[in-house]
């Protein structure tokens, strides 16, 4: 099975509190095959989002780190192969912010890359959401029990692609694929402040 993520992500949209940025160090822990993947870390490899000075303060002070290089830090242990979480504090648009990102150490400037993208993102002079971040957002905020990946019930060829339950009015609740999911149920799940951003293109 195949699971492919586009290189740099963002995956959250706003500031993640501390209890949703252990949620999201592993966003894909229900996959099927876990750790059983040719490659692993192309799920987390790109994945950013935004977090609390608090917060990236408290990753500094856990555990020594295995670097520090200006405005970024990166852990010590590393999440799959040479993926680690790099903690970024980045001045954009004249106020200090801070990110956490998985970079893959094995990649010449992957810190650097990924700090760029960030900047990039978050300078465009109108809050937006490209399609795919809408779709990443829900991910990253559907619990658990609510979310997962098709398995034996579904065709063959959709194994292992991200599904979440739907709310389907008289007809109850049904798994839909994630990028199956209609403009309808986009806007219901995601939260009414998002709903009605404009488009934004990729990067």
Known sequence: MT?????????YQGVADRRQMFRMFDRHAQRPN???????GALYRGEWFEIG?????????????????GDMFALREFLTGS????????????????????????????????????????????????????????WSATHDDYRGYAGERWPRCLHGKRTVLCYEGRRGTALKLLEHLTEAEISAKLPVHLRYLPDALAA
């Open 3 to 11: 699971l492919f993520a586009p290189p740099i992500r963002k995956v």
């Open 83 to 138: 993926i680690t979480s790099v903690f970024l504090e980045l001045s954009i648009n004249g106020r200090l912010r801070h990110f956490h990102g998985y970079c893959d150490l094995a990649a010449k400037g992957s810190p650097d890359r990924m700090r760029a993208a960030i900047v990039e993102r978050e300078t465009r002079p109108v809050r937006a959401m490209t399609p795919e971040e809408r779709l990443e957002h829900i």
């Open 53 to 69: 000075r608090a917060e990236h303060d408290h990753m500094f002070e856990i555990l020594p780190p295995l670097w520090m290089r």
């Open 34 to 40: 876990r750790w059983q993947a040719n490659d692993d």
